[in-house]
């Protein structure tokens, strides 16, 4: 009873405050136009791609769905590549952002080697052709095998994640007689440290260390930053970094590095990441969470213009060779070119929100969790958002909430949700929790293509040995 | 340079406090020892399960590795399931915490039934020779198909998770021409509520609505409470407010359960849930995290006494006639059957600390970053843990960090570390990041049983149909 009071209680509070911020502050939040994603609102048809209705591609492909725009990627992957003339730099698709057989060949296609961090990404790389001189391997746990495997085939390049590596590395080269391409990772001043990377203070003595070893060909500092790359400041600070360290192990070292790693991090300026009042005001009050500025972003084209800009001007000012350039780019050369779709199966009412419970939640949208990510009515694209709709999952645990309130127009059993920006870490953070992974169907212009068939019950148990 | 300065008085102050914590506090706080879970400490094979050497396994199978305690898991279900006299409750596993074949064919070869969320787990109940009278099917998401497979069989029980849900199972219950065992999930004032559960406040009404739609055979009260029962205030808290319930129905519109159905949600006494303080204190003056109290928490045993004699107590002074008594277990019936083991790669010194870098990180191990889940050395148990290491997995970002500090005997490339309790939500949580699944061995005394093959690099690219 005393319980019951308490919670009454504590919804007229939140009742009024939602008033009382109605009536000093909008709740309501911009958000981006779904042209931003060449995606058109048709007036009977719904969301579009090219000539294609997402809602349509349901009733063919079943749901939920994840739909790659190839149009998209390969604009991603030319604003990386350049026209490839030289004088730019040289681009490795971060495999472990969006392991996709189609999408990564695509991306080869248009010139974008393989970064690679396991023994199956090196597999997998190999297996799409990828010629081994453009391919990277990084990454703190590499086998002995794959090691062995990557030395054999002259890999283009093969990342120390840290100093305590290169002696495993050197032993393996030295017995197969093999002298690798090598590169030290080095964590700088901002970004990931950690597990990751040589601390700053102590690459000079890793790279002295690593050039005693014979069977060890040292050619690249590696310095992938970590966390998000939004700003020119905070690009120009890497690069900045990165110049003074490869000075400072020509003039102390004589080492030359032929190869500068910048590794990714680079954001897609239409993923955001809300602060915790934020969401806490979006969860308690009902307020929006506010879209990114993409306007504020950098964009991969102006990445790539500063970073090689300013690696040509030192190079150019210190009269030295200038190394060639590497970049890794994960969540900026393919968040943007995937979507997933979603279908309204139940509606439950619940006070001021309903709760709108969807075949798909966290088990394949992991990242929604802590980013943001636009959500858009397929079918509905052209109603006002007129109600507040807690966006929740299968999944049987509260934590299966991927809006905790997005404003959206009157749903029914049926309609289908869109999440925008699902091309980074969707795929590899998907889990087969009590429903199968979803298909995927690439769209080009009208072409439709079926690249990943969906997850099948046969599947989820194929590697149970014992049955009854 | 400036940031450098700010680090290094970080640092210092730093070390300042966890020089200033050691002397006024200890750092190292309880473990549970080995033979909690029935493990020995050999001396010259280190960690054991019945004869065999935990470190030996991985080289028979491979890292990393799930190992099924055979015995345990018998032993838990037995003290679920009593003599099978009567009297007692009927117990349906929770199909999502572990959906490993064997395990769950274990399970059913011990009286119990399986409870299901989804049309997979019904599929693959019904695979498992599960009787389809032992299955109750709840959740918020039930596709229409599974729905009419479920009705056509007979099922044990249905559950609408809301009441929007009642109206769609009628019709097609109707269409079919039949009348499926049907219950209403409540939520009650403690536990979950948000997508799940008809509101207490509005049960009376979902279950005259529920009755008056004639293609319903309304048996059944549902009520997992979710979060955690760890107590026995807890329990009698939740038992209370059913009984309740159930006297409100009898007596308003004179429904008569024939089935209460009290749902999972009790606790594993050796899972503890350390507070954001305990984890601070944790990460960053290497504090140890507490092992829980087991001797204080609420067993197996005792939950299935408590509830059984409520309830019988209840109906006997009501004069009413004793429903069945459902429960639905979960992690209480799995968490401590199942260890994970798992590989040193490389060991990265950083100061204070060490990385332990292992072959098995969040990819399969999520359950570790939110719980106290206690880590054993395998093969050198019986050093002392003389060392804080933070262990780290093996996929490339800082959020794979399994232990942010966690105090080990003096670790080598190659020694292993188990992570007890790996026996509820590890294997529905895990993902294919980067890396394969593991493997899942079963023990019985001497007996290893292969139960699930390590997921292959083809497996894990099977689904892609365009290859280039």
New interface residues.
């Given amino acids: 009873m005393l ?2 009071l308490k ?1 009454y209680l504590k919804q007229g509070l939140k009742q009024g405050l939602r008033r009382a911020s109605d009536t000093f502050a909008s709740r309501t939040a911009r958000q981006l136009p779904p042209g931003y994603w060449g995606l058109a609102a048709h007036p009977q048809r719904g969301l579009t791609l090219g000539n294609v209705a997402l809602h349509e591609l349901l009733e063919r492909h079943g749901s939920p769905l994840l739909v790659l725009d190839i149009q998209a990627l390969k604009r991603n992957a030319r604003q990386f590549v350049g026209d490839g003339t030289g004088g730019g730099l040289e681009v490795f698709y971060s ?2 952002t969006n ?4 999408s990564l ?1 695509t991306l ?2 248009q010139g974008v080697g393989a970064e690679v ?5 090196l ?2 790389a190999l ?3 990828v010629p081994a001189d453009r391919i990277v391997y ?4 590499k086998s002995e095998a794959s090691m062995r495997d990557a030395i054999a085939r002259d890999i283009g390049l093969i990342t120390a ?2 100093a ?2 290169l002696d495993g590395l050197a032993r393996i080269a030295a017995e197969m007689g093999k002298r690798p391409r090598t590169g030290i990772r080095v964590s700088m ?2 970004g ?5 990377g040589v ?1 700053a203070g102590e690459a000079l003595q890793a790279f002295s260390r690593a050039r005693s070893l014979a069977s060890l060909d040292v050619r690249a500092l590696h310095a992938h930053r ?1 966390g998000m790359i939004g700003s020119e400041a905070e690009l120009t600070a890497l690069v900045t970094e990165v110049l003074g360290l490869s000075d400072l192990l020509a003039d102390r070292l004589g080492i030359e590095l032929s190869i500068l790693d910048f590794g990714g991090s680079l954001g897609t300026p239409s993923v955001g990441y809300p602060t915790a009042t934020q969401r806490r005001l979006n969860r308690t009050l009902l307020r929006d969470l506010p879209a990114p500025d993409v306007t504020a972003a950098l964009g991969i084209e102006r990445y790539v213009s500063i970073l090689t800009m300013m690696v040509g001007e030192h190079f150019a000012r210190v009269s030295r060779p200038r190394p060639r350039i590497f970049v890794e780019p994960g969540r900026s050369m393919t968040s943007n070119t995937q979507l997933l779709l979603t279908t309204v ?6 006070g001021d929100r309903t ?1 709108a ?3 798909g939640g966290i088990n394949i949208a992991e990242p929604t969790r802590g980013e943001y990510h636009q959500l858009l009515a397929v079918n509905r694209i052209n109603e006002p958002p007129s109600r507040v709709y ?1 966006v ?7 934590a ?2 991927l809006y905790p309130a997005a404003r959206l127009p009157e749903l029914s059993v049926g309609d289908s949700l869109c999440i925008m920006d699902a091309g980074a870490y969707f795929v ?10 979803p ?1 995927i169907v ?1 769209l080009d212009g009208d072409r439709e ?7 099948q ?1 046969e ?10």
Avoid at 138 to 141: E, F, K, S
Avoid at 392 to 397: A, K, L, R
Avoid at 461 to 467: K, M, P, S
């Fill in positions: 319980g019951a919670y495999y472990k392991p996709v057989a189609f060949s080869h296609q961090i396991s023994a199956y990404e597999w997998l297996r799409l052709g990084n990454g703190p746990v994640n840290h305590e590596e001043s901002q990931w440290s950690g597990q990751f601390p970590g199966h139940a509606l439950k009412g619940a709760y419970i969807m075949d807690t929740v999952g299968p999944i049987c645990t509260p299966d909430t590899p953070f998907a889990t087969s929790f009590s429903y199968p992974q298909a690439a293509i079926l690249v990943r068939r969906a997850e019950f599947d989820m148990a194929a590697r149970d040995i014992v049955r009854v």
